[in-house]
C-alpha cells in the first residue's frame, strides 16, 4: 500500500522560511509526478507547484519566486522550500504522488503569522 507522509509544517512569521517534505513509500519513486497543493476551509483547494519524473517543475502565480519545489529520487522525497512567506500562504499543505488518480498524503499545517 502506497503511504505519502508529509512533514515540516509550523508557525513561522511574515517573511520566514520553511521546508516541506513529502516522502511516498512506493516502488519506482522517479517514475511519478509529484504536486503540492493547500486549503484554506472555505476556499477551493490550490494547486501550488508541481514537479515531473525528469524535473520540470511548475508554480502557481502566488508563490512564484517565492517557492521552489525539488525532489530527490534516492530519498523518495519532494521538497518545498517555500521563503518570503505571507500570512495568506496559511494553509494545510497536501502532497499528490501520480497526478490526478494518484496517492495524498493527510497534510501538514502552515501557519504564518506574528
Known amino acids: 500500500q502506497v503511504q505519502v507522509v508529509e512533514s515540516g509544517g509550523g508557525l513561522v512569521q511574515p517573511g520566514g522560511s520553511l521546508r516541506l517534505s513529502c516522502t511516498a513509500s512506493?516502488?519506482?519513486?522517479?517514475?511519478?509526478?509529484l504536486d503540492w497543493y493547500r486549503h484554506v476551509p472555505g476556499k477551493q483547494r490550490e494547486l501550488v507547484a508541481g514537479i515531473t519524473p525528469s524535473s520540470d517543475s511548475y508554480y502557481s502565480d502566488s508563490v512564484t519566486g517565492r517557492f521552489t519545489i525539488s525532489r530527490d529520487n534516492t530519498k523518495n522525497t519532494v521538497f518545498l522550500q517555500m521563503s518570503k512567506l505571507k500570512p495568506e500562504d496559511t494553509a494545510v499543505y497536501y502532497c499528490?504522488?501520480?497526478?490526478?488518480?494518484?496517492?495524498w498524503g493527510q497534510g501538514t499545517q502552515v501557519t504564518v503569522s506574528s
Open positions: 512506493v516502488f519506482r519513486f522517479n517514475i511519478y509526478r
Open positions: 499528490r504522488l501520480g497526478g490526478q488518480d494518484g496517492y
